[in-house]
């Protein structure tokens, strides 16, 4: 798995990034088609991306929580290649990936959360991507398969200066987004950024948080909650009861736009 995620961070940025996303679609077809009621979710990614390229205009400065492999991080520098941008990502490895691909971002090997300190993060070996805070429901064979790091954790608003102005924030830290956006809540404040959230009450449960926590969190902030498709064709923002509605099977997203009201 760790050879697997290096080659598609290896790709990211690269002429064969798209070539290598269009094989992974073809891989998922059968599954598209024993499954046509999940096609919100198949073409989220897409989605996402278009909402970005929307979102982000040059000299915008962006921050990626949860960075991964960097996929989203490449499209913030690529869309806004004179902002300054900002990632977190905890996981040793893949900081270290990072530092070495993007030697012109600020990459910093933190936790986010509401409180300074260190914590417990609980690394999937076989799915990195889904590490995190908290370990998620696992069968005691998928415990052997967890590795635990101690990692730090720091406040959004005590890690980016005031006088950096921040348009864009994407966070996926696997059910930790409500302390993490608690923590930067100056920012939210002060610069009205767009934020690309994951949001999924599986993951906010062990953390316990609800979806009704995030809606009113951002509601406090003068935020709108989008699906991606309602916001690219200038549509509604989403009520609370249609908000828990999209994460009712079958699902229709699982990531989400907080936009700023007008």
Same mark, same amino acid.
């Given at each position: 798995?760790?050879?697997?995620?290096?080659?598609?961070?290896?790709?990211?940025?690269?002429?064969?990034? !798209?070539?290598?996303?269009?094989?992974?679609?073809?891989?998922?077809?059968?599954?598209?088609?024993?499954?046509?009621?999940?096609?919100?979710?198949?073409?989220?990614?897409?989605?996402?991306?278009?909402?970005?390229?929307?979102?982000?205009?040059?000299?915008?400065?962006?921050?990626?929580?949860?960075?991964?492999?960097?996929?989203?991080?490449?499209?913030?520098?690529?869309?806004?290649?004179?902002?300054?941008?900002?990632?977190?990502?905890?996981?040793?490895?893949?900081?270290?990936?990072?530092?070495?691909?993007?030697?012109?971002?600020?990459?910093?090997?933190?936790?986010?959360?509401?409180?300074?300190?260190?914590?417990?993060?609980? =690394?999937?070996?076989?799915?990195?991507?889904?590490? !995190?805070?908290?370990?998620?429901?696992?069968?005691?064979?998928?415990?052997?398969?967890?590795?635990?790091?101690?990692?730090?954790?720091?406040?959004?608003?005590?890690?980016?200066?005031?006088?950096?102005?921040?348009?864009? @924030?994407?966070?996926? =830290?696997?059910?930790?987004?409500?302390?993490?956006?608690?923590?930067?809540?100056? @920012?939210?404040?002060?610069?009205?950024?767009?934020?690309?959230?994951?949001?999924?009450? !599986?993951?906010?449960?062990?953390?316990?948080?609800?979806?009704?926590?995030?809606?009113?969190?951002? !509601?406090?902030?003068?935020?709108? @909650?989008?699906?991606?498709?309602?916001?690219?064709?200038?549509?509604?923002?989403?009520?609370?009861?249609?908000?828990?509605?999209?994460?009712?099977?079958?699902?229709?997203?699982?990531?989400?736009?907080?936009?700023?009201?007008?």
């Amino acid at each position: 798995m760790l050879m697997k995620e290096y080659i598609a961070h290896k790709l990211i940025g690269t002429p064969l990034e !798209g070539a290598a996303k269009s094989l992974r679609n073809l891989t998922k077809l059968p599954q598209r088609i024993r499954h046509p009621e999940l096609h919100e979710i198949y073409v989220e990614s897409d989605r996402g991306d278009l909402a970005m390229s929307r979102l982000i205009s040059d000299g915008m400065n962006c921050i990626d929580i949860g960075a991964h492999i960097g996929s989203v991080l490449n499209q913030m520098i690529e869309l806004s290649p004179q902002g300054k941008h900002v990632a977190f990502e905890p996981i040793p490895y893949k900081y270290e990936w990072l530092k070495q691909k993007f030697p012109n971002v600020e990459i910093l090997q933190l936790a986010l959360s509401d409180t300074e300190g260190e914590a417990n993060f609980y =690394v999937q070996q076989q799915q990195s991507g889904f590490s !995190g805070l908290q370990l998620r429901g696992t069968s005691p064979k998928d415990e052997q398969k967890v590795e635990v790091l101690k990692v730090k954790l720091a406040r959004l608003d005590d890690v980016i200066p005031a006088d950096l102005p921040i348009g864009f @924030i994407k966070i996926d =830290v696997e059910g930790a987004e409500l302390s993490a956006l608690k923590g930067g809540e100056r @920012i939210l404040k002060q610069n009205h950024p767009a934020i690309l959230f994951e949001c999924f009450p !599986g993951n906010l449960k062990p953390h316990n948080v609800t979806p009704l926590d995030m809606y009113e969190f951002f !509601g406090a902030y003068n935020y709108s @909650i989008f699906l991606f498709k309602d916001w690219l064709a200038d549509g509604e923002p989403l009520s609370y009861e249609q908000f828990i509605q999209t994460m009712q099977y079958p699902f229709q997203a699982f990531n989400f736009l907080a936009i700023p009201q007008k």
